[in-house]
Every structure is written in C-alpha cells, then in structure tokens.
C-alpha cells in the first residue's frame, strides 16, 4: 500500500509562485503515474497535471498549462508541483495521487489513480 504526503502549500498573493512536493512511499507499477488534483469548495475535484515515472511524459489541464510545471526528482520517489503566476481561481486542496498507466498511458482521470496523500491547501489572494 503506497503512501502519499504532500508539503508545500500555504497562503499567498495573486501573481506569487509556490512549490508543492509529494514524497511516495514506493515506485512500482503501481505508482508508475503520479498526479496532482485539486478540489475547491463547491466544486468537484479536478486534475491538474500529471507525469508519467516511467516515460517521464506530463500533461496538464488547460486551466495551468504554462503556468505549472509537474517534475519529478532522479530516484523517483518525489514529485513536485511548481504553480508560477498564481491566481486566486487556483485556491483550493491540492492533492497527490499514484496508480496505473492504463493501456500504456498516464491519464488525468480521478478514477484511474489508486492512492492519495491527505492533500496541501493553497490560498491564493488578490
């Protein structure tokens, strides 16, 4: 049973950049897709971006692309969120996940990833 911390998170200004990181307990196949998800009150949750361990590939909701950058460290047991250009629409419980690649592929679909850390809150203010 993987496990999942997140760290990072925290309150800043519109405009700001913050770090968020996800320490994985394993790399297996299990884990072979790591993403990040966030849930907003009121709203369901959502998926942000996403990077494959194995390929290295990374894909990100329209909503961050350019803004955010998924990366991981060289043993693989860490990811990292890196959210430039805040805006206060980005407040909300960020949450790290792990599962299988699906056919081959790493996909942002909540239902596909098995394991998830406790989630970080970003605050973003204008």
């Known amino acids: 049973q993987a496990q999942l911390v997140e760290s990072g998170g925290g309150s800043v200004q519109a405009g700001e950049s913050l770090r968020l990181s996800c320490v994985i307990s394993e790399y297996t196949s299990s884990t072979a897709c790591m993403g990040w998800f966030r849930q907003a009150p009121g709203r369901e949750r959502e998926g942000v971006a996403r990077i494959s361990l194995f390929l290295g590939t990374k894909l990100y909701a329209d909503s961050v692309k350019g803004r955010f950058s998924i990366s991981t460290d060289n043993a693989r047991t860490t990811v990292h969120l890196q959210m430039n250009s805040l805006k206060p629409d980005d407040t909300a419980m960020y949450y790290c996940?792990?599962?299988?690649?699906?056919?081959?592929?790493?996909?942002?679909?909540?239902?596909?990833?098995?394991?998830w850390g406790q989630g970080t809150q970003v605050t973003v203010s204008s």
């Open positions: 996940a792990a599962g299988r690649a699906q056919s081959g592929m790493c996909s942002l679909r909540e239902s596909d990833y098995n394991f």
